[in-house]
C-alpha cells in the first residue's frame, strides 16, 4: 500500500528554524519530493531527494534515509512568507507517479 | 521555457452537468501529464496520468474521464456532475519519471 505521514500543522517564529518531518511506505521509490503550497496556488517544487543524505538549497535543506523510510524539509531563517503548507511526495514505482501526503501547514509568526 | 496552461480558473456548476477542464503544455515534447484533485485541507489525490496521445491510466474510480488528443493537452470531463467532485483540479506536467512536477494555477470548481 502507499501511505506517507507528516504532521497536520506546526508554528514557528520568524527568524527560527523549523524541520518538517515525514515518514513514508510505498510500494516502489524514485525519489522524494518536497513542495510548497501557498494557499489558493498551486504548488511549486523545493526540493529532491533520491540517494541518502543532506541536499541543502539556500535556506532550504532537505534530508532522506531510504531504509528508514523517512525524510526531513528544514527551513532556516523563517520568514512570514514561509507560511504555506509543505507537501512531501514520493516518486512511485517506474517513477511516472508522484504520490503525495497530504501536506504540513506552517504558521509563521512575527 | 516551459509553460502550463490550465483553465478556467474557477467554476460553478449545477449537480448533473457536464465538465471539462483543459490543460496545455508549452515548450516542451511528448511530456508526461497528470490531473490531481486536492479537497479542502487535504493532499493531493492523482487522478489520471497520461505518457503519450491517447494512453490514459485511471487511479480511482469515478465519474470522471481523462483524454489527450493531442501531445501537449490534457483534458478531463465528466457527463454529470455530483457535488462530491467539488475540488481543486491541478494540471501537472513532468519532462520524465524522476524529476519535479510543475503545475498549472488550478481550477476550483464547485458543484452545486
Known amino acids: 500500500g502507499q501511505n506517507i505521514d507528516q504532521p497536520t500543522e506546526m508554528t514557528a517564529t520568524e527568524g527560527a528554524i523549523v524541520q518538517i518531518n515525514c515518514t513514508y511506505q510505498t510500494s516502489g521509490f524514485n525519489g522524494l519530493f518536497w513542495y510548497q503550497q501557498h494557499a489558493g496556488e498551486a504548488p511549486t517544487f523545493l526540493s529532491y531527494?533520491?540517494?541518502?543524505g543532506l541536499e541543502e538549497k539556500g535556506r532550504f535543506s532537505s534530508f532522506l534515509s531510504r531504509s528508514k523510510g523517512y525524510s526531513y524539509l528544514l527551513l532556516k531563517e523563517l520568514q512570514m512568507k514561509d507560511s504555506a503548507s509543505y507537501l512531501c511526495?514520493?516518486?512511485?514505482?517506474?517513477?511516472?507517479?508522484?504520490?503525495f501526503g497530504a501536506g504540513t501547514r506552517l504558521f509563521v509568526k512575527a | 521555457s516551459q509553460t502550463i496552461h490550465q483553465w478556467p480558473a474557477t467554476l460553478v456548476q449545477p449537480v448533473g452537468s457536464p465538465l471539462s477542464l483543459e490543460c496545455t503544455v508549452e515548450?516542451?515534447?511528448?511530456?508526461?501529464l497528470y490531473w490531481y484533485r486536492q479537497a479542502a485541507g487535504r493532499g493531493l489525490q492523482l487522478l489520471f496520468y497520461s505518457v503519450g496521445i491517447g494512453q490514459i491510466s485511471s487511479e480511482v474510480p469515478q465519474n470522471l474521464s481523462a483524454s489527450r488528443p493531442q501531445d501537449r493537452q490534457f483534458i478531463l470531463s465528466s457527463k454529470k456532475l455530483l457535488l462530491s467532485d467539488s475540488g481543486f483540479y491541478l494540471c501537472?506536467?513532468?519532462?520524465?519519471?524522476?524529476?519535479?512536477?510543475?503545475f498549472g494555477q488550478g481550477t476550483r470548481l464547485t458543484v452545486v
Open positions: 501537472a506536467w513532468k519532462a520524465g519519471t524522476n524529476t519535479e512536477a510543475f
Open positions: 515548450g516542451t515534447s511528448n511530456p508526461n
Open positions: 531527494n533520491v540517494l541518502d
Open positions: 511526495a514520493v516518486g512511485g514505482a517506474g517513477g511516472f507517479k508522484t504520490i
